[in-house]
Structures are given as C-alpha cells and as structure tokens.
C-alpha cells in the first residue's frame, strides 16, 4: 500500500531529480549537501490522495526545500529565486497561491512550527510532556507524511524521525483513555438514553462522535497518525489488513437511528436494544477494541464495556 500511496508522487520527484537537482548542483553547489528536498506537509499530494476530483484547487507539480535557520540567512532569498524561475517555466504548471507558499525554499523550524502550531525545537531535537499533550493527531500525520528525496544534513529527518516514534508511553495511553471514554459514553451510553427520549438529533451526535473516536483508537493502537478527517478512513482501510474493522466502521457509517425500534422502551443500562443496528454495530467495534488492547498488555479482561478500562490503563502510567 504505502508505494501504491507514494506512487502519485512520482511528478514531484522527476520535477526534483531532473531540474531542482541540477540547478541546486550548478548555482549553489557549496550547499548541496546542506539542502534537504521532498514533498510533505499540507495537501492531498503529499498523502498520495491526489485524484482529479482534488485537482480542482492546489494543484502543481513542485517540491519543499528545507534549510537550516544559518542556511536560510546566507542563501534563502536567492534560492527560492532561482527556484521560482524554474517552476515558472515549467509548462502546464498552474500553481496556486496557496500550493506555491507550501512548496519552495523554507527553514526545517518554520516547516514544523508552522504545521504544528507550536515553536518546534528542530535544533536540539526536543519535545516536551506539554507540547505533545497539546498537539493535534492531524496535524502529526501532516508533519510526517509524503517523502524525502534528499537530506545529507540529516536535520530535517531526525526531527521527522522523533514525531514517528510516535507518543511516550504517558501521551499514548492518555490518549487511548480519553478515547475509550469518548466512544463508551457516546455510543454505550448515550445514545440509548437519546433514542429513548426520541431525541434524533442528540442520538446522531452520539453516533458520529462514537465513530470518530472508534477510529481515533484503531489509529492510537496501530501507532500511526490519522490524517485530516476527510481521509481517516481511506487510511484506515489501508491499515486494515483484514478489513474487519473498516468493514464495521462503514457499516455503522451507514447504519440510522430508527425511532421506531425504541417506542414504548426505558431506558435500562444493563439491557441492550440489539435490534438497533447501531447498538449491534457498536458493541462489534467495542469488541476489536478490547482485543487490540489485549494484543499490547494493556488489559486482560474481555468486557465489551470500553469505560471499564480507563482507570486500569490510568493506573499503569508511570509519572
């Protein structure tokens, strides 16, 4: 999967080797080794999702060129001269804007702190316990996509590198247990108590919600970042070998919350209506999920009940 993803960034890497490549060589020589080259950040694109539904807007071939603070001083400006003159003479390329500021000549700690919404630390290579807490898992997977074509400096890959190794052990397993929670309340919980009240509108709030973190927790298990929410999924899918989970993911997707199958009941937390589809669906996904927290250690028990969990995985945190 991941070169049939990275196979739409072919473009960008000719673009690179053929004519980026060749200029950096002739006009800044010295600093060959000093620039790191490649395809990341936001966009379709540097996710390998580029189709021509998405070519609508922010469309281009180019690539990013990341210097070092020092670097940038000494020769950012006539860079990215020279390399806008050369995306300008490529024919057909109608760069926009927007797709023009996230491609071209830019510092490694711009690059992160812009995408991260934080001032990154690329210089000593640190993440603190506070910023991880605050940083968002899509913009991680924004961070960390696409490819790298070159990077002698070593620079802008270790600090790629640090956000692949993923969360500390703390960071992964508060997240898990918000999720788990998020996920029980909204669908195990919840949504009953919506669908029994006949209150449609709360109950697809708790159906969405639930969806959303069933996910956010498959992700938190594989230790990968979700990308931007349009295409959660589609990675998802591409995650999932054996397509169980994807496959109740969609199905719960699809499934609506029928008013019909709750008249004259009460609600009773210890009863489920397993006639609504979603209630069925719902206690499937729980299921997948207890067995991933089984496969890393993090429970031995087999409950279907995901808020169960939250305070056995909060006692194994080491402060």
Known sequence: MISERLYKLDSSRRFYENIVA????????????????????????????????????????????????EDYSLIGKSLDCEYE????QQEGNNLTRRLSERRGVMTIHGFYSSILSFNANTRDMIITEEDWNTL????????????????????FTAFRK????????????????????????????NYARCMTRGDVVAARLCHMQGLESAMELFFLMKREYPPYYKWTYRRL???????TFSRLIKELSEAGCDVSLWEGKKYRP????????????????????VHMLRQYDLTQEMDPYLERYVDEILSTIKQ
């Open 162 to 189: 640090l956000l692949l190794d993923y969360y500390p052990d703390k960071i992964w397993k508060i997240r898990i247990v918000n999720a788990l929670h998020k996920f029980s309340a909204a669908l195990q919980v």
């Open 237 to 243: 899918t591409e995650l999932d070998v054996k397509g």
């Open 136 to 155: 968002d898992h899509n913009c991680l997977a924004t961070a960390v996509n696409g490819i790298v074509f070159r990077d002698d400096l070593g620079s």
């Open 22 to 69: 060749p200029m950096i060589h002739d006009e800044f020589g010295a600093y060959e080794e000093r620039i790191a080259v490649g395809v990341a950040g936001e966009g379709s694109d540097c996710f390998g999702y580029d189709d021509f539904v998405s070519r609508d807007h922010d469309f281009g071939t180019g690539v990013c060129l990341w210097l070092t603070d």
């Open 270 to 289: 210890d009863i489920l209506n397993m006639n609504d589809r979603v209630v069925f669906l719902t206690e499937q996904i729980a299921g997948c999920i």
């Open 85 to 88: 003159k050369i995306v300008s």
